[in-house]
């Protein structure tokens, strides 16, 4: 009996434990919640898409470029910097951008598909030499710091 006891009440303390957890985080969570979504309220829809990338450092430019050009269901390719170090000292790219980039430009293109340069219909110079792509490639959006979206001849 006595051990049937210690348990009921043990359990009983796990609950109240709980409940007390859950009363006191749930006002800041809520107040959270609110912040973001009054946060984003002013964000157009375009703005609310690209605002990871604006904060891993891609110019919002270069991904409403590969937005508007690149079509849905299409193939694409990434040309990425010959380096880190050269993204960074000639474009002020952030490393992080450099690391990210063909992760984030895959979900960003959804449904289209990343595949490699020489299959692709378009292509995204991320700081790349695009001197190997000028004959091949009519470039649809650049900017003057070394991006662009291409559309591949022939494909």
């Known amino acids: 009996m006595r051990r049937l006891d210690l348990r009921f009440w043990g359990g009983v303390v796990c609950v109240a434990v709980s409940a007390g957890v859950l009363v006191a ?9 609110d912040w973001n979504t009054r946060n984003d309220s002013w964000r157009s829809p375009l703005g609310r898409l690209v605002h ?11 991904q409403q470029g590969a937005l508007a050009f690149v079509p849905p269901g299409s193939t694409f390719a990434i040309l990425p910097p010959t380096s880190r170090e050269s993204a960074e000292k000639y474009y002020g790219i ?32 991320f700081a790349c030499d695009t001197d190997p792509w000028d004959a091949r490639t ?7 710091n070394g991006m662009g979206v291409g559309k591949v001849n022939g494909r």
């Open 25 to 33: 985080a749930a006002p800041d969570a809520f107040r959270l919640f």
């Open 52 to 62: 990871t990338g604006d904060v891993n450092g891609f110019p919002h430019d270069f």
């Open 94 to 125: 952030p490393g992080v951008a450099v690391d990210t980039v063909t992760p984030y430009f895959r979900y960003l293109l959804l449904p289209s598909r990343l595949v490699p340069a020489e299959q692709a219909q378009y292509v995204l110079c």
């Open 138 to 144: 009519t470039w649809l959006w650049q900017n003057t």
